[in-house]
Structures are given as C-alpha cells and as structure tokens.
C-alpha cells in the first residue's frame, strides 16, 4: 500500500520569505512523487515531479521540491513567496512499476499555503 | 486545466435521484479518473479506466458508476445508494506509453450538492 502525508494543514509565510510545504511518503518499492497546486473552485494544476535521477526538481511558477529517499520525503521549496501563491497544495505518490493497470496517485490531505503582504 | 472539460461546473440534486457527471478529453489519452475532493481529506478514487469498454473500481466506488464507451469520454453517476454524495468531483487522464509516471491531467471540476 502507499500513502502520502502533508502534516501541516496551513502554512503561513511573508511575501518576499522563502516557503517550505512538507510531505512524507510510504510506497513499498521505489517512488513517483508529484506536487499539484489547486486554486479556489478549479481543478489541480501540475507543479513538479520525481521519477529519478537528480534528488533536486524544479517546476513550475519558480517552485522545487527536494526528494530525500533516507527521510522518505518530498518538500515543496520556494525562495521567495509571492502572494499570488497562496493555494491549496497537493502532494502525490505512486510506487514505480506497479500494477500498470491502475496508476492512480495517492494523494495527501492538503496543505493551504497563505502568503501575507 | 488542459485539454479535459467537465460539465456541469455546478449541480444540485434531490436526495434519491441519479445523476451524471460529464468529463470530456481531446488529448487522446487512454487513461481516465473519477476523484472524489472532500475537505481535509485530499482526493479519492472512485473508478478509473485504462481503455475504451473497460473501467475498474478505486477505493470508494459503491454508489457510484461509470462508463467508457469512447476514447475521450468517461461519464460518472452518482446514484441514490450513494450515502453522502455532497462533495467536488475530479475528473482526470494520463496519456499510455513508456512513462509509468506520466502526470495526470485534471478537469476544472464539478460540485455536486445534495439538497
């Protein structure tokens, strides 16, 4: 089985200041992870993902997201906030080379991410 | 939110009916998704689909169901044995071929409410 935490459900953070989402993940082989970013009433837009190589990923909208496989986690990183980026941000697993039928992601709760003037 | 439409964007249903949810995709994706949104419960999948004539349950499914009669259709009932139907439905695909780990593309999203 995989699943996916978000442990915190809001995240405060100054425009300007650097912003951190976490996320920790539980798959039994190796990884797929995924960020997704949701904005009121509208459906999850595509930020960044992991599949391997390089532990660093950029993405979209100036975002990274850093896999670290010893802690199992995924945190989402900005350098600078902006307060255009305050939304609901997903986290998203699945294990490599499972049942191919299925590929579905698991998906954390959500973190909302407020970024203050 | 891509090449995948759902409509409608908001709907009310009395309690005992059925209802159907359209998604719609013009990016020749094979695969499919229903995802059910309830607040602080991130999304759940209800049914997904690989190819056309063939869907599979996901881990909420009893309620609900689903057909896959073309490519770039994949419609969602929610039916009156669907205990708490009220919630934001998801609908999304992943296109086939070598990426296992292919995004999903998702649609803008329907609002089901229950009155």
């Avoid at chain 1, 989402?76 to 080379?97: G, H, I, N, Q, T």
């Avoid at chain 2, 409509?7 to 159907?20: A, D, I």
Wanted: include cysteine; aromatic fraction near 14%; glycine fraction near 8%.
């Amino acid at each position: 089985a995989q699943s996916v935490a978000q442990p915190e459900d809001q995240v405060n953070v100054a425009e300007g200041n650097p912003l951190t989402v976490k996320c920790t993940y539980s798959v039994s082989g190796n990884p797929y992870l995924f960020w997704y970013v949701q904005y009121p009433n509208r459906g999850l837009q595509f930020l960044l993902k992991y599949i391997t190589g390089d532990n660093l990923v950029k993405g979209s909208y100036g975002f990274e997201a850093e896999f670290n496989k010893s802690q199992t986690s995924f945190h989402l990183k900005k350098p600078s906030a902006l307060v255009s980026d305050s939304a609901l941000y997903f986290c998203a697993v699945r294990e490599a080379f499972m049942d191919t039928g299925r590929r579905a992601l698991t998906f954390g709760s959500g973190t909302r991410l407020q970024v203050q003037p | 939110d891509g090449g995948i439409t759902q409509s409608p964007k908001y709907l009310f249903r009395k309690e005992g009916q059925n209802v159907t949810l359209s998604c719609e995709q013009n990016l020749n994706h094979d695969a499919m998704y229903w995802y059910r949104q309830d607040p602080g419960q991130g999304l759940r999948l209800i049914y997904y689909s690989q190819i056309v004539n063939d869907f599979q349950k996901g881990d909420i499914a009893e309620g609900y169901s689903v057909s896959r009669e073309k490519k770039e259709s994949f419609p969602l009932t929610v039916t009156s044995a669907q205990k708490n139907p009220t919630a934001f439905y998801l609908c999304a695909s992943t296109p086939k071929g070598a990426g296992h780990y292919n995004e999903q593309f998702f649609g803008p999203g329907t609002r089901l409410t229950v009155l």
